[in-house]
């Protein structure tokens, strides 16, 4: 874009709505902007003829970069650590056999190895269904790398063995877990047999 004294194609941009998102030229949880533009050619100052609509783009605030607003698919460093938080309980409770104790201990162990104490408050009930399993880990899947998604399966095996080999119940809740964290069945056999 030219810069000569005033002359050159100018985007006039206005605000449409504005948030939180991950800016990755920036690297980091920043305010955005988002921005719907005009462009129009102006000469010596003088705006001419209109060239039509710019954007919408999102404008990280902090270092000014514009990126599609593609960017905004990607979750925030905080949300991101909700949502795995949500799947590690998701994949305990899934993996849980009411009253058992030492799957209970397990599920808790696992956790804080995960980095997801338990407070008074986080009490491990209720059995999540098919459907809630999904939900808790088929979009977090595509921002893991596959260590992270098979630390996750993993998690699952470890309290599903707590209280001695996979019975059959276990098996499909595992494999309904890896499916949705779009690990393949070669892989997953081979996680299951390692934990
Ligand atoms: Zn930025």
């Known amino acids: 874009m030219p810069r000569v004294a005033g002359t050159g194609i100018r985007t006039a941009w206005r605000v449409t709505d504005d948030g939180d998102f991950f800016c990755p030229e920036c690297g980091g949880d920043r305010c955005y902007q ?7 050619l102006t000469v010596l100052g003088v705006p001419l ?3 039509g609509a710019a954007g919408p783009v999102v404008a990280c605030v902090l270092c000014g970069t514009h990126h599609p607003v593609a960017a905004l698919d ?3 460093t905080t ?5 795995l938080r949500d799947a590690y309980r998701t994949v ?8 058992d104790p030492a799957a209970r201990a397990a599920a808790e162990d696992s956790l804080r190895e995960a980095g997801f104490p338990q407070t008074p408050g986080d009490v491990l009930v209720g059995a999540p269904s098919e ?3 999904r939900e808790a880990l088929e979009p977090l899947a595509p921002h893991l790398a596959v260590p992270g998604r098979e630390s ?11 209280d001695g080999p996979y019975t059959e119940a276990e098996r499909v809740t595992l494999t309904l877990v890896g499916m949705s964290l779009g690990l393949a069945a ?3 056999e081979r996680l299951l047999a390692a934990a």
């Open 79 to 83: 949300g991101l650590a909700l949502l």
């Open 49 to 51: 003829l209109p060239l």
């Open 92 to 99: 305990a409770l899934a993996l849980l056999a009411p009253g």
């Open 34 to 40: 988002r921005l719907a533009g005009r462009r129009r």
């Open 74 to 76: 990607h979750p925030t």
């Open 131 to 133: 459907a809630e399993v």
């Open 186 to 188: 070669a892989d997953r």
């Open 152 to 162: 996750l399966l993993l998690h699952g095996a470890r309290i599903a063995l707590a």
